[in-house]
């Protein structure tokens, strides 16, 4: 079982911003930017290209919405969408917003956030869903 299916359980917390059948996305406590999400399906597939058609094209119109009020939520010239995944092997999106191409360097620091400003993101977030 991987921390993602553990998150998706609830046996172990996290700052969720949507949920639904076949999908869960939540703020990556490690963000490269502050309002970065991570968007997982519910089945435990390792690589994105992996995981089923079917889930694939709704994995995106589930993203839609989330990126859109991430949009709203921060200053960015736009929600940048990528797929990594060897941290974790549970396929996953990050919605990151980003001012420019560096924003989305994994090689860069992680930001250090306080509970009270990811519950902050959070909110902001989810008030503009």
Do not use: W
């Not at 991987?2 to 998150?7: C, D, E, G, N, Q």
């Not at 490690?30 to 991570?38: E, T, Y």
């Not at 709704?58 to 839609?64: M, S």
């Not at 990126?67 to 549970?90: D, I, Q």
């Amino acid at each position: 079982m991987s921390i993602f299916t553990k998150i998706i359980n609830g046996e172990i917390p996290s700052y969720k911003i949507a949920e639904s059948a076949k999908f869960y996305a939540f703020l990556d406590i490690f963000p490269l930017q502050k309002g970065h999400v991570l968007v997982v399906p519910k089945i435990e597939v390792d690589k994105i290209f992996d995981v089923p058609d079917a889930y694939l094209g709704e994995l995106l119109l589930f993203a839609k919405p989330i990126a859109k009020a991430m949009e709203a939520s921060f200053k960015c010239n736009r929600v940048s969408m990528v797929t990594v995944g060897l941290e974790v092997p549970h396929a996953h999106l990050h919605l990151i917003p980003i001012n420019q191409a560096d924003d989305i360097n994994f090689a860069h620091p992680k930001l250090q956030l306080t509970k009270e400003e990811f519950i902050d993101i959070q909110q902001q977030i989810v008030n503009n869903l």
